[in-house]
């Protein structure tokens, strides 16, 4: 540091007076007032929501994909250590979900008709409930797609890119479903 500069940190005793102070206070009782929303936190989780994802229902005839979907949200959700994830009905919240639809279109053809490149999209319901079982939020139209190589001559190829856009699709959904999620805390 330079010499005659001082550096004043809030651990050294910082000396605040007048107009400042009655700013901080202000400022202290506006963010302890709150609005009276809160989501409930258990002892065991620290101050962490818990949350429990059970398997989420898939009304497409896709196999596999409650499974993916389900997973892709635990992964995303804990990861972003906003909620601790567990295996039980007595977490804080539960999210529950519904596949609604995958559909499965064409976006370009050769010549010959056979589709070159392909689209997913997969359409999901989501709730949150409480602990006492009520929707706090829910998103039933919550979708996302991915784009995948179609190869007339080498179908186990195709089938391969299909699933890999089903599972970027699914994460796809997991993410946004997170940024809403933040979005609706944010707002309580």
Excluded: H
């Excluded at 994830?85 to 007595?90: D, L």
Aim: proline residues 2%; contains cysteine.
């Amino acid at each position: 540091m330079a010499e005659g500069k001082t550096k004043t940190s809030a651990a050294s005793g910082c000396r605040i007076e007048g107009a400042g102070l009655a700013c901080l206070l202000l400022l202290l009782a506006a963010l302890a007032s709150g609005c009276g929303y809160s989501f409930s936190t258990s002892p065991v989780s620290g101050g962490t929501p818990s949350l429990f994802i059970p398997v989420v229902e898939n009304q497409t005839s896709e196999p596999g994909l409650s499974a993916l979907l389900t997973n892709s949200l635990s992964s995303e959700l804990s990861a972003s250590r906003r909620f601790l994830i567990i295996r039980s009905e007595t977490a804080d919240m539960k999210l529950s979900g519904n596949i609604l639809s995958l559909l499965d279109i064409s976006l370009g053809r050769r010549a010959d008709g056979e589709s070159t490149r392909r689209r997913i999209t997969v359409t999901t319901s989501l709730v949150l409930t409480d602990r006492e079982g009520k929707a706090v939020w829910s998103d039933s139209g919550l979708s996302d797609f991915a784009d995948y190589q179609a190869l007339a001559a080498d179908d186990l190829t195709t089938r391969k890119n299909r699933q890999e856009a089903i599972r970027e699709a699914a994460w796809r959904i997991a993410q946004k479903a997170l940024e809403r999620l933040d979005a609706f805390r944010e707002g309580f």
